[in-house]
């Protein structure tokens, strides 16, 4: 491997003491027009790769990151990724072999417009061609192979690098077995392109900018710093800036600086810009900004699905609730197309208040850094999956349903064997446990809840997480065996609209659902005058029940009738004996379980 | 009137060929320090004041806005605010006298930066003092007294508009009889500002910006462009960006313009930063936009309540759904401080995808307009009201209840004589007009749906536009001698919360609702095992009903009880007969309303 100081480019920002240097040879023909001869690429890696050559894990780092994402040694400066990467962290440098590399188009060592134009002996500046994402992944991919790797166990990455991750996951899917997209969609809003914009016009429009031909002169400092000033917004949130700057809005920190300090926020913002033009070149964020702004996967669900169609790996989706710039509706149109093609994927819409730069930060990333240390270490293929080693991660109660375990027994007799199993309303993924263990597959997992999500990913789970109400549309027709409704029902608005999708989504859907019509409950609320209550998930009052519906089983046999949904077999039993009911059972059941599927018309 | 043309400063964008130009010879001493010795003030006016005086409308305009709101005649160009005023429009030029004048540090004809400083003998340029719109508001003033009138029917405005309006009612609350504020709030986010202090930075980093002495050369015409491009990106909403942009996000308008247009929006922003420079002074774009920025009626209730307490007007907020410059949720937070005073105010927030400048769009002012025309027209001090002329108006139906009157009647029944009253879900108006027309006062509505708060505001009534789960926290305690809560606990997600509140906001609370275990409910769900339905309120399937409470009169007895709510009376009946129910209410009402009052302890 040819190792060579980079001597060609002016230096920004701390010397990468640790990083090495490999220059490519191969001529790059970049996406958009133009070639660049050589690349040199300066890179960081951590750990060892094993003798399988198969615990690669390659992190794609964002706009203004680089290849240091942690310490090589307690006394090198810290990285920007400390909180995940690292010796017995959630990407584990004891386990994985970990590579970062500094993008094409930066100033990092990596082949970038402070690098000598080679066709007339001066930096390219401004005349850097216009380099995409998918031409970064293509300078990755070949200091991958180059270090020997014939395929990732995982690629990583946030923001820009969430980007990168969609393209190696598409354009390279022999070498990637897994994914793992943070803070990331198929395309930047026009909202965040114009932000870019004024950015970018504002480092054209600083008087050093010169046409980009500014490195024997002052650089475009003033413009540089406006652009950072205004991409830093774009990173807080709204909430955010208000809990840091409203207690204090007119008392800046003391700054040293030529912008406007009236306000706290101000000042904020002017050290921010001031600190960030001493360590990135003008030129480079053009063009890493152009990148992200020009990325774009498709505009509906058919142009992604498109796009998306030749990946072939696991993925994990993590977005954050205050993402305002990559927001978590974004993310969840990716793993949208991803289901509808019934590509394994699992989805997690962090609760944060920090904003897009929520993956960087560790009060918002302990959820989402035990998905992804379980997301890497669950996988058959490097090693024996570890979720069964882990029952104490499992830190939120399952359903409220007293008597679970009968009602999956049930559940289970209706099942075909082996089949494939969506399971709408999936909790912590015990029910999905059990069916693995059983040898069913593929499994997927459909949760409401954040901390049911990541328990669900910590056993080793498919799941995404959505609303019953709102997330079904994606899953294709009859691509389940089996789609269940367990014990969910009750807390559904749309009920006939969930039934409907439940027998589009399963060849049979498989539900139960506490009988409200119980004889106890009915005779309750003859005698009392009283909306009935019953241990189990009618124990509540009537003015703080979490219920929405309260279903019978005539009323819910009546409504598959007239939505002409056929009830192939059913179970009704009383759950405190566990005996079956054939008598009556809307008056002597208090739980059915029924198989069912679309009519044919 | 003493006019003179403005020869002193420099133009900007086309002539105002109406406008009158007024000089107060009168020292301004300035809100944050510095003065002015002479203030030239440009205004436009339209219509005529009666004799009483009593007729005249300020406009207040927003930042980049000027006096000529509309055009004088067919000839005239047209003004920003066409919509809303004019003969026949909402603010009818016909009935009321309307004022616009030219702010106080804008670049139209009023004393700003492009004027003339007399200590220096050239223009004022970055040596302006800083004003506040406590200033601009101290300048109106004086030319409203000028003009004869000693109270103004009302002040108007949007944005920096509606800040000045706020200024006004409380620094002038003898001259202001009504305040409409449109898209405004206590005070900018940090957010807000800290876009403001990039483009402000962006501005004084052109290097023509020459400390702002640049009227003899070229404009800083980059920087105020770049600040024009930021600030228009937060008067639009990320949806409707999406929807202008996103289909031909590649496809950028042909624009004339030094400013990249690789982007569709893009070259929108070019087009809006080049046409903006034709118009505005840079100088007075750094002044507005500060004054803007610094303008804060406080940051908690208590500090809204202090700085609104001298208010005495008549109120109106109109918000918009979309709008992140001046959220919906921060116009509520001054409608609760006035609620929390007792003050006459009404709110309605609009659903609309077209962020912060909906206040300027037809398509997003219908309902504006129709509320700005019912609160300027219904008001006893300027004529008859003329709410009853206009029944067609309320086009939204009722409440779903089928015997809505006869539960007025008895709800009428437990009121005491002339009480004052607010009414919780107050629908389109009608029970409050019915207490209007028995001499009950004062009144207030509380609303969650928008068309019925039109509704409201047309029947001439005081309404606020809340969730009743959330919205009652700043209506102080007892501050209603009744409180009513008709045929709404059903639909109540926190009733036992609810409920606390009707009985601390009012020293008499009326509740009425249905009650669920009506004979005939509790036979049918004895006798054919589904959830009871019943005419009315309980018509409605398991699967698909909005109610989300199925109250009883014993349980809602026992719920009082818990609460230490006490039953003060109570009527029960037969709303298909009329008949009152004594013997077992809970068996054979199927309405009850009930009187409560918090028990003492």
Redesign the interface.
């Known amino acids: 491997m040819s190792l060579q100081s980079n001597s060609d480019s002016q230096q920004f920002g701390a010397p990468l003491s640790h990083a090495q240097t490999w220059i490519s040879n191969d001529v790059l023909k970049l996406e958009n027009g133009g070639r660049l001869e050589q690349i040199t690429v300066c890179y960081e890696t951590w750990g060892v790769l094993n003798q399988e050559g198969n615990n690669a894990v390659l992190i794609c780092h964002a706009l203004s990151g680089d290849s240091h994402v942690v310490r090589h040694d307690a006394s090198d400066s810290p990285g920007w990724w400390e909180i995940i990467v690292g010796p017995g962290k959630p990407i584990d440098t004891d386990r994985y072999f970990v590579i970062c590399s500094n993008l094409l188009g930066g100033c990092r060592g990596t082949t970038g417009p402070n690098f000598e134009n080679p066709e007339i002996g001066q930096p390219y500046g401004a005349d850097f061609p216009v380099v995409t994402v998918r031409d970064m992944v293509e300078v990755q991919r070949r200091l991958v192979v180059r270090l020997g790797i014939s395929r990732l166990h995982s690629v990583v990455g946030g923001s820009l690098g969430g980007l990168q991750v969609l393209t190696w996951a598409i354009d390279h899917q022999e070498m990637v077995a897994s994914s793992i997209v943070l803070a990331a969609s198929a ?1 930047l ?3 965040g ?3 870019d ?2 950015g ?3 480092i ?4 050093h900018f010169a046409g980009g031909q500014y490195y024997d002169g002052p650089a475009p400092e ?2 540089l710093a ?1 652009a950072r ?2 991409a830093h ?1 774009t990173y ?1 949130s ?1 909430e955010l ?2 809990a ?4 204090t ?1 007119l008392q800046p920190r003391a700054v040293d600086s ?3 300090s ?5 000042s904020y ?2 050290h921010q810009g001031d600190r960030f033009v001493e360590r990135f070149d003008a030129n480079s964020y053009v063009t890493l900004s ?1 990148a992200m ?1 020009l990325f ?1 996967l498709g ?1 509906n669900a058919e142009e992604l699905a498109r796009s998306l169609a030749p990946s072939t790996c696991r993925w994990l989706f993590v977005s954050f609730s205050s993402d ?1 710039l990559y927001p978590a509706s974004a993310s969840r149109e990716l793993v949208d197309a991803l289901v509808a093609q019934s590509k394994s994927v699992s989805s997690c819409e962090i609760d944060s208040p920090a904003g897009h730069d929520s993956f960087l930060l560790a009060e918002t990333m302990e959820r989402g850094g035990r998905m992804i240390r379980a997301f890497l270490d669950n996988d058959d293929a490097i090693n024996a999956p570890i979720y069964e080693k882990n029952p104490s991660r499992i830190d939120e109660p399952t359903s409220i349903f007293y008597s679970q375990r009968l009602d999956y027994e049930m559940i289970l007799c209706l099942m075909p064997k082996d089949a494939s199993v969506v399971d709408l309303g999936s909790g912590n993924g015990e029910l999905l446990s059990i069916l693995r263990d059983r040898g069913y597959a593929p499994l997927l997992g459909v949760e409401g809840d954040q901390g049911q999500v990541v328990c669900c990913i910590e056993r080793g789970l498919s799941v995404i997480h959505a609303d019953l109400d709102q997330g079904l549309s994606a899953i294709p027709d009859q691509s389940f065996e089996v789609a269940l409704l367990s014990q969910t029902l009750q807390s559904i608005v ?3 609209g969930v039934l409907d999708e439940v027998v589009r989504i399963g060849q049979r859907a498989i539900v139960s659902f506490p009988n ?2 119980h004889a106890p409950m ?2 309750m ?2 005698q ?4 009935p209550k019953e241990e189990g998930l009618y124990a509540y ?4 029940t979490p219920n ?8 819910f046999q ?2 598959c009738e007239k939505r002409r949904i056929r009830i192939l077999e059913a179970i009704y039993f009383n759950s405190s004996t566990g005996e079956e009911i054939v008598d009556d059972p ?2 002597n059941a208090d739980v059915a379980v029924v198989a069912l599927s679309r009519a044919s018309s």
């Open positions: 395309r809003s026009s909202q392109i114009a932000f914009v004024v970018r016009n504002a054209r429009h600083d008087p003033g413009g406006l000033m205004l917004i807080l709204d800036m208000r840091k700057f409203d207690p809005r030529a912008f406007e009236t306000f706290s926020v101000g913002l002017a152009t702004d774009d505009d305002w749309d009920v006939a409200f019509a009915r005779k609320f003859l009392e005058g009283r909306l009052d009537w003015h703080d929405r519906r309260f279903p019978s089983i005539l009323d009546e409504l809307n008056l």
